[in-house]
């Protein structure tokens, strides 16, 4: 694999969970994110998939510092920006910018367009003279597929697409090298979502982005992911190339999640073996000890209880010229095709 842009190694952001009034200590903890370790490659994109409440938006807010981690390191071409303050915090993000998920509480309404996507403008003012902002903001009106006319417009004035639009133009303002997308286009019509997705794709092919793409749609995260992570309970339990992940998953959580992707073929549809999994998601603030997919887990045995998965290659596949060769956190990983490759 070419040289990361964007490392991610042994990060934890842990919520501290209090009692008492007067004297308040602490009891525990929600451990929202919990060891994730990823790389993100200049010009690629990487999915993040899982269910709800797995940490995919507190990951997000980590990667461009919103929420600072417990513990572990992010680094941006080397440097670990989890160090940074002041200045140097704000030159990075520069590079790293935010497209977030709700596209109708994400935009001021007491602000006009021109005024949301210029804002970056006043923070960062070596990056367009005040004279040229207006100019710059229709410019970005434009890529982004809406009318330069619009800039004097309020969000309410615009649909959840447009607004997702302003969005994106907005996090491109600064021309950064990483955007990370939380959910972009889950709060969109299925028509709509594909116009964004179909603009995220022409934006990093004439923009040179790097994209870290979060998204609990299967389908979606496929069509414009090149390599792909999926999380569960805080960790990432399996990672590699898109046609490794969906054509040959190895861990059971990914193995169910693919199940559930809906086939429109119904004689594809008969043919797949459908995995259901037992109980409940977990409380973040009470992981099962060892493998903490064990609970739900048709395969687990005793040794899953005791020892924590290593994210590697399983040792059945080690050495081996195979889609299946790719890191996996299970003790028992094996390869199983679970939605037939027509209706994926």
Excluded at 97 to 126: A, C, K
Excluded at 158 to 178: H, K, T, V, Y
Excluded at 279 to 287: E, F, H, L, Q, T
Excluded at 331 to 344: C, I, N, S, T
């Amino acid at each position: 694999m070419a040289e990361a842009i964007l490392e991610v190694r042994g990060l934890h952001k842990h919520y501290p969970l209090t009692r008492g009034v007067v004297f308040r200590k602490q009891v525990g903890a929600v451990r929202a994110v919990d060891g994730v370790d990823l790389d993100l490659v200049a010009g690629e994109t990487l999915g993040i998939v899982g269910e709800s409440g797995c940490g995919k938006s507190t990951l997000a807010k980590l990667l461009v510092q919103l929420e600072r981690p417990t513990a572990g390191v992010i680094r941006y071409k080397g440097e670990d920006i989890t160090k940074l303050s002041g200045r140097a915090l704000k030159a990075v993000r520069r590079n790293i910018q935010m497209v977030f998920q709700d596209p109708y509480t994400s935009l001021n309404p007491r602000m006009t367009v021109g005024d949301i996507i210029g804002e970056p403008y006043e923070i960062h003012p070596e990056v367009a003279p005040r004279g040229s902002r207006r100019q710059k903001v229709q410019d970005l009106l434009h890529v982004v597929g809406l009318n330069p006319e619009y800039i004097n417009r309020y969000p309410h004035q615009f649909s959840g697409g447009q607004r997702q639009r302003i969005g994106i133009a907005r996090g491109l303002a600064l021309q950064p090298e990483i955007i990370v997308a939380d959910e972009p286009v889950s709060a969109l019509d299925v028509s709509v979502q594909a116009q964004v997705i179909n603009l995220l794709d022409k934006l990093q092919q004439d923009f040179s982005l790097s994209y870290v793409f979060i998204a609990h749609d299967l389908s979606i995260v496929r069509h414009i992911s090149d390599r792909v992570g999926v999380m569960y309970l805080g960790r990432i339990v399996e990672t590699g190339k898109d046609a490794e992940i969906y054509d040959h998953p190895t861990h059971p959580y990914t193995q169910a999640l693919l199940s559930a992707v809906p086939v429109p073929d119904p004689t594809a549809r008969e043919h797949r073996e459908r995995v259901l999994l037992s109980g409940d998601v977990p409380s973040p603030a009470n992981i099962p000890s060892g493998c903490r997919f064990r609970t739900r887990c048709w395969k687990a045995r005793e040794r899953c209880a005791t020892e924590v998965p290593l994210l590697a290659v399983p040792a059945v596949f080690r050495g081996e010229e195979s889609p299946a060769a790719h890191d996996s956190a299970c003790h028992f990983a094996e390869a199983k095709r679970v939605v037939p490759a027509e209706g994926a």
